[in-house]
């Protein structure tokens, strides 16, 4: 029964910008954005980055403007 009880618990994942009190999301932010890419350059999902829907958002749009400038590529070679 105690085993039943530490399989239920999960470790929630916190947001990583709500924790650091990162208002902005620069594009020009190369390595923070890399964190929420995968190694095949596709943007990772809030279940795998653990953002709250607000900064998943953000984040989205400032991997699409980072790759458009050159900063991200598209794919992983």
């Known amino acids: ?3 039943d009880i530490k399989k ?6 916190r ?3 709500c924790i ?6 620069d594009y020009k932010e190369v390595q923070t954005l890399r964190r929420f ?3 095949y350059m596709k943007i990772a999902p809030r ?3 653990g ?5 998943q958002r953000k984040v989205s749009r400032a991997i699409k403007q980072a790759r458009i400038a ?5 794919v992983s070679k």
Request: with cysteine; glycine share 2%; charged share 25%.
């Open 47 to 49: 279940r795998r980055s």
């Open 70 to 74: 050159g900063l991200l590529s598209f």
């Open 37 to 39: 890419v995968s190694s």
């Open 15 to 17: 947001c990583y910008f």
């Open 1 to 3: 029964m105690a085993l």
């Open 51 to 55: 953002l709250c829907a607000w900064h």
């Open 8 to 13: 239920d618990k999960k470790k929630e994942k």
């Open 20 to 25: 650091n009190n990162k208002s902005v999301i």
